[in-house]
């Protein structure tokens, strides 16, 4: 399909473009001064002591539950409304994960108290989801974590620039995971950020996403006669000094898009408060900046919502579900998880377009397209 308005479309800019060309003119391509840089910049914008940039947010969120020591017979409290890398980190781990209900119906991300239901003897961590960048009860189950002696870890794929009360998504807990893939609001291509304020969590990770050698290539190119090590059991699970270059150009504008993003959900929110068969998801507080990452909201139950978005695809708008349940099909079916408001949230959620560059006719185009595919007769036989 060729769509008039794309779910998300990335857009670099001419000097962001130079970056990385001139970082492959450098003649350095893989982890090197530009990968170091990106750490401290990255570090810094968060407020985390280490930053480890890795191939994706599936690698950094692998390295945080093997760095905790998360192993067999541990528990992992995880959230079924998600991406699967957030509980197949867990699995590869060889930990176990438990699925936790979602706050509510508007609110898609974990229920404090859902979570503290399901803490049992062998719970050893919780892992939260940033819900289209959204932080919902991550402080809250960052204090009882605490309170219940278990490791936080945060999924912030979709949270870059997203702080509550000045703090950033991914400093709640233990370890936080960031995405650069390209449907992410800091998308360049493919890549991934672990931060925390744990040395040892960190100098683990830094070393087992090379292989686990003692020392890497930059350090190795400037010695007379290199040698490394095998220190660990490591991956490959290395980023690389071009796409550093970019993302450290982009960086520079984060804020000034989610701001943009930030006004299109506004400017949504305002054209379907009027309409009675389609509620958006609770936005985040305007006092906190947000990565606003997805538009989401839930259509009302007397519609079909295949029947809504194949009327919007009809003019030329992309939609997507986010997501369908971990716990309802494929790997982790599970017959006896129940999950009512995940349930009731994921069969009638629908994602809208959403990208800093969206021009105002693409933004009333979508307005119009729901307006219209509300009013048709797509009601679902009762
Ligand atoms: C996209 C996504 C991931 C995976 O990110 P990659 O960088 O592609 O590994 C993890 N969690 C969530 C919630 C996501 O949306």
Known sequence: ???????????????????????????????????????????????????????????????????????????????????????????????????????????????????????????????????????????QIAELARERDLILIEDVAHAAGSRRDGRHAGTFGLA?????????????????????????????????????????????????????????????????????????SCLKRLDEDNERRAAIDRSYRAAFSQLDLIEPTDSPSCEDPASYCLFTAVLDRSLDRDEFRKSLAERGVQTSVHYPLLHKSGFYADPNVRLANSEDYASRCVTLPLFPQMESWQEELVAEAVRESLSRPVHAAA
């Open 1 to 139: 399909m060729r769509w008039e308005v794309p779910l998300c479309r990335p857009e670099f800019r001419q000097d962001e473009l130079e970056a990385l060309v001139d970082s492959y003119r450098s003649g350095w391509l893989t982890v090197g001064p530009r990968t170091a840089e990106l750490e401290d910049v990255f570090s810094q914008y968060v407020g985390a002591r280490h930053a480890i940039p890795v191939s994706s947010c599936s690698a950094a969120m692998h390295l945080a539950c093997l760095g905790v020591g998360l192993g067999p017979g541990d528990e992992v409290i995880v959230p079924s409304l998600t991406f699967t890398s957030t509980v197949s980190a867990v699995t590869h781990a060889g930990a176990t994960p438990r699925f936790a209900d979602i706050a509510g119906v508007t609110e898609p991300w974990l229920s404090t108290a859902a979570v503290e239901e399901q803490i049992g003897e062998r719970t050893r961590a919780i892992i939260t989801m940033a819900y289209g960048g959204h932080l919902g009860e991550t402080p």
């Open 176 to 248: 936080g995971a960031f995405s650069f893939s390209a449907s992410k609001n800091l998308g360049i291509g493919e890549g991934g950020m672990l931060v925390t304020d744990d040395a040892e969590l960190a100098d683990r990770a830094a070393r087992q996403m090379w292989h686990g050698l003692g020392s890497q290539a930059w350090t190795r190119h400037h010695q007379a006669s290199p040698q490394y090590q095998l220190g660990m059991l490591g991956f490959n699970y290395r980023f690389d000094d071009p796409r550093s270059a970019l993302l450290l």
